[in-house]
């Protein structure tokens, strides 16, 4: 060939789509393809197909495996002659490697595509079963098996057959081969065969004609007795016929294999029998069967066997599989086990998964199969197996709207081609979006994609994932908003009953109420109702996630009728990241956060950017000192209190002031508290519960601190002006003087004074008790703002002892009363607002006491365990579970920290990390210190973090304080959220918190009542 001809053959080459030219031009001087090379209709077929390189080289050795000259000129006179072959035959060669050396094996098989029959473009069952007939033998079945998906695979590469009846062919083709597996295997075994009745029913992809190029066969067996035939005998025939059958179908041969059948869908999985009898399966799925696997029989289908038994199944689970909504937490199963299936992809393949990846096809399933479990009970037409079907039925009902049914419809055939090619190149079992440039031209090719098929691949692939990815909040919500909002009276919309089935299947139990919020906050043409609808959709999700919806769509309606026209709130739930989630959290975790917020519905500009206790953030508003919900210090709230009580008109203004104040962070606490132990979508749950809950004590420590400052400043100034007669200070005791607080803690304090110069103790004395009773009296007037309880029983003498002592007073009574409880109470005391120099000098008179030279005698060891034993039968409240009392139960607060104290009374004089107010440093002082195992102080860890986390639970949720779980069954629930158990795993949270106080209680045995305290003291003495 000259030059000139070489150049010109390269360039048309190249306009065709060879992306090696050279290596093609080679090929086709070879003198068998001359034809091919000479005839212009033949490259341009070529460069039609997916990928012409490959397509040249399969048609090469095709023409290189015919029988002789004579075979190898009828297949080029017909390629020639013949345009659907030529079509068909190139286009199968230009996207599956894997046909190519099929018909490379079996090189007479090209002759399946010749026909061009009505029938034959789209073939049936009747048709595919005609076409394995003659197989008799597992290796005939997978040629016979190939030669008929030759012929699916090239109607769909040519456009002949659009993807929905590509997959319906492919279940069909499934359905035959399974008989003729079915009748190889009776074959083998007649007596078997004769022995039971065995039906095949077909799940997933197969049983609802919507199945893969490579994938799976999910299958059920049923079998029941043959005449004059056990039971038992029955079962074992079928399960071998069964078993035969999957070895046909799923062993590899030099042919391959067809594909493996998985019958893990079955009751009990792979650990349950392989066939049951129908009573049986009947007996399993109305005592055992977990959400998805009714899910699962959406898509069951008789395909095998015996047709009559097949159908009985069917009958059979049918009415379960719509009951199925009806179970508790259905909507939050089905939805946990998608988020499952997401989580176990490797990182590294998430963004290349084209199924279950996010805004995958497994999204668009699960989704339309939830609305058909919900609506399907009573809406017979959407009982469909087939996805694209059923999503129709649901448009048709009104159950999704119309223009989302068309995106949706489109996002998926898109996706469900791009799987397709992506398994047809080599016949593999795949969902992940190849990575190379060739891989990726050719399948963008192969979808029609021509002027720049890498580019548009991409960009399409993004779109249709894009619209996928916003299906949720469509098809579940907006809805809902469309039935209540009636903006557009054309349109088919949800019906007043399916809008409540759907809400009561989310999870609302008051579905009628719920309508009503919906319908006061997004009717309407106004901006507000306009911005509404656009929030809404997300919000009902993330309350239908929550253990009590109802109150999250009523609370956030609440602060919408409080704040409804503020300009910056609607705009910062809309724009500011994470506001919105973080609101609809709070406000369906539990009564205290929304309680404080209705209180002071501007400190939601308080969730604004960010999302828990360890982040600083801003919120682009005025509403609420201070950065998002970021806990602030002692000295910036105190700083805080003490200004506004200064420029308040009276005393009760003044503490009225410290009161607000208080209430705002207690909400920025509890606010941050919920979103760090629930999580959102942009930071997941807090990892550290220790640390989440030393946080938690801090800030309502140091809140706690700070309105006493500022209390303490408004009445000195109403009754003094400038300066007390005495110097005053007051001293954090327990869980106060740990920086411990929790929720609802009252503020366990001493106060103590001491004259200033010139002033007689008496006037001092009245100055100070003047002081606290008027303290007391301030801080729990009602109001909107949650009152603070000033207890001082832990003084000398307690209730009959004066309120307030002078330092002299402390240190004579302390000389010579003081009991040993009182050693061990002084152990938490730490000031706390107030002379701060009295302070330290009141830590100096006690430090003797708490961390006495020597340590304790055994005497007073006795005493101690005396009363706490006393103080734990005479405390705990009648018909208390004690296993499950976060205070005085085994393993509980008090067994903790009575422990971790008498190390303190024993050890604090000789090791200085053990003079500290902190339960969890001081046990950790103590291990370090080698007074404790590092396992046992773990375990007293975690049991003093969980029980602490309980108690800030049970108040978030309820609104009152308490020691025990709730018994209400939502209560309980919200209590297990909030501790990361989700819903209907109320009983694993029970169990897991006796275990763990369990193990924390066999420790206490040791160390408090056992050898471990007396060994400690020997050590120490």
Request: include cysteine; hydrophobic fraction near 40%; charged fraction near 25%.
């Amino acid at each position: 060939m000259t030059p000139g001809r070489r150049s010109s053959t390269f360039t048309r080459l190249l306009r065709h789509g060879f992306t090696d030219p050279s290596a093609a031009e080679r090929l086709l001087d070879c003198p068998e393809l001359i034809p091919v090379r000479d005839d212009p209709v033949l490259l341009e077929a070529l460069g039609g197909t997916a990928d012409p390189d490959l397509a040249l080289h399969g048609l090469v050795r095709l023409l290189e495996a015919q029988d002789g000259p004579t075979a190898h000129r009828e297949l080029l006179d017909t390629l020639i002659a013949a345009k659907p072959l030529r079509d068909r035959l190139l286009g199968v060669l230009g996207a599956s490697t894997a046909l190519a050396d099929h018909l490379a094996r079996h090189p007479g098989d090209w002759q399946a595509l010749v026909t061009y029959e009505p029938h034959d473009l789209h073939p049936g069952l009747t048709e595919f079963e005609r076409g394995l007939e003659a197989a008799t033998d597992p290796v005939s079945l997978r040629i016979a098996y190939r030669r008929c998906l030759l012929s699916i695979a090239a109607r769909d590469v040519c456009g002949t057959t659009e993807m929905a009846d590509t997959a319906a062919e492919l279940a069909d083709l499934a359905t035959a081969t399974l008989r003729a597996a079915l009748t190889i295997a009776e074959a083998a075994a007649p007596e078997d065969a004769a022995a039971c009745r065995l039906a095949v029913i077909a799940m997933g992809k197969c049983g609802g004609h919507e199945l893969n190029y490579v994938s799976d066969v999910d299958v059920i067996f049923v079998a029941e007795s043959a005449e004059d035939t056990s039971e038992a005998k029955a079962l074992r025939s079928a399960t071998r016929l069964a078993s035969h059958l999957m070895r046909i179908c799923s062993e590899s041969t030099v042919e391959g294999s067809i594909w493996p059948v998985d019958a893990n869908l079955r009751p009990e999985g792979r650990n349950g029998p392989l066939v049951r009898t129908l009573s049986s399966h009947l007996a399993y799925y109305q005592r055992w069967a977990k959400t998805w696997e009714f899910q699962a029989l959406l898509k069951a289908r008789p395909v095998a066997g015996d047709t009559d038994l097949g159908r009985a199944y069917i009958d059979a689970l049918e009415p379960l599989v719509w009951q199925a909504a009806e179970r508790d937490n259905f909507v939050t199963d089905v939805q946990k086990m998608r988020r499952r299936v997401v989580e176990n992809i490797p990182a590294a393949e998430v963004e290349r998964e084209l199924k279950l990846g996010p805004g995958g096809l497994r999204d668009v399933e699960f989704a339309v199969q939830l609305l058909q479990l919900v609506h399907g009970r009573t809406d017979a037409s959407l009982r469909s197996g087939t996805t694209l079907d059923a999503l129709q039925a649901l448009a048709a009902g009104g159950y999704v709207g119309r223009e989302d049914t068309a995106r949706l419809d489109e996002a998926y055939r898109f996706l469900r081609s791009m799987e397709h090619r992506i398994q047809l190149y080599r016949l593999r079992r795949t969902h992940l979006v190849p990575e190379a440039e060739s891989d990726l031209r050719r399948l963008g090719r192969s979808l029609g994609l021509r002027t720049d098929p890498v580019a548009e691949l991409h960009r399409e692939w993004k779109r249709h994932t894009g619209v996928v990815r916003r299906l949720h909040e469509k098809l579940f919500y907006r809805p809902l908003l469309d039935a209540v909002a009636q903006l557009a009276p054309g349109e088919t919309r949800l019906s007043p009953e399916a809008a409540r089935e759907r809400l009561v299947a989310l999870g609302y139990a008051d579905p009628a109420a719920a309508l009503r919020h919906l319908e006061a906050l997004a009717s309407g043409v106004t901006r507000k109702a306009a911005i509404q609808r656009t929030l809404l959709p997300v919000l009902l999700g993330w309350f239908a996630e929550s253990a009590d919806p109802d109150a999250g769509l009523l609370n956030f309606r609440k602060v919408s009728d409080a704040l409804g026209k503020t300009p910056w709130y609607l705009r910062l739930l809309r724009d500011e990241g994470a506001a919105a989630e973080n609101l609809a959290r709070v406000l369906s975790a539990g009564r205290l956060a929304p309680d404080l917020l209705m209180r002071a519905p501007e400190a939601v500009a308080l969730l604004g950017d960010g999302t828990g206790m360890g982040a600083g953030m801003g919120t682009g508003t005025s509403a609420g000192s201070g950065r998002g919900l970021a806990p602030r210090d002692r000295a910036h709230l105190e700083q805080e209190v003490l200004a506004a009580a200064g420029r308040a008109e009276n005393v009760e203004q003044g503490v009225a002031a410290a009161r607000g104040v208080r209430r705002r962070e207690l909400f920025r606490t509890a606010a941050a508290d919920i979103v760090s132990s629930y999580g959102t979508e942009t930071s997941p749950a807090e990892a550290d519960q220790g640390a989440l809950v030393d946080r938690v004590g801090a800030a309502v420590s140091d809140l706690t601190a700070a309105t006493l400052a500022g209390t303490l400043r408004a009445v000195v100034r109403d009754g003094w002006g400038d300066t007390l007669p005495t110097r005053f200070a007051i001293i954090g005791m327990g869980r106060f003087g740990g920086h411990e607080l929790g929720y609802g803690s009252d503020a366990d304090v001493l106060f103590v004074h001491e004259p200033r110069d010139g002033v007689p103790e008496q006037e001092a004395a009245t100055a100070a008790g003047k002081v606290v009773t008027e303290m007391r009296r301030l801080l729990q007037l009602p109001s909107s703002d949650p009152p603070l309880l000033i207890d001082a029983d832990l003084r000398p003498e307690g209730k009959s002892g004066p309120l307030a002592r002078t330092l002299k007073s402390y240190e004579a009574y302390y000389r010579r009363w003081s009991l040993v409880w009182e050693s061990q109470a002084l152990l938490r005391a730490e000031p706390v607002a107030g002379d701060e120099d009295l302070g330290r000098r009141f830590t100096a008179l006690i430090d003797p006491l708490r961390y006495p030279l020597h340590g304790l005698g055994e005497d007073a060891v006795r005493e101690i365990r005396r009363l706490k034993a006393r103080m734990e039968s005479e405390r705990l409240p009648r018909g208390a579970d004690p296993k499950l009392h976060t205070k005085l139960g085994p393993g509980g607060l008090s067994d903790v920290e009575w422990t971790v104290q008498l190390l303190q009374l024993r050890h604090g004089w000789h090791l200085p990390g053990l003079r500290t107010t902190r339960t969890r440093e001081a046990l950790s002082a103590a291990c370090e210190a080698g007074l404790l195992s590092v396992e046992d102080t773990e375990t007293l860890d975690e049991a003093w973090v969980l029980a602490t986390r309980v108690r800030n639970a049970v108040m978030l949720v309820r609104g009152r304080a308490g020691d025990t779980f709730p018994t209400e069954p939502r209560e309980l629930a919200a209590v297990g959220r909030y501790l990361g158990y989700g819903a209907g795993h109320a009983g694993d949270m029970l169990d897991a918190y006796r275990r763990t106080t369990r193990r924390a209680r066999a420790v206490v045995d040791e160390l408090f009542y056992g050898d471990g305290v007396r060994a400690g003291a020997g050590s120490g003495g």
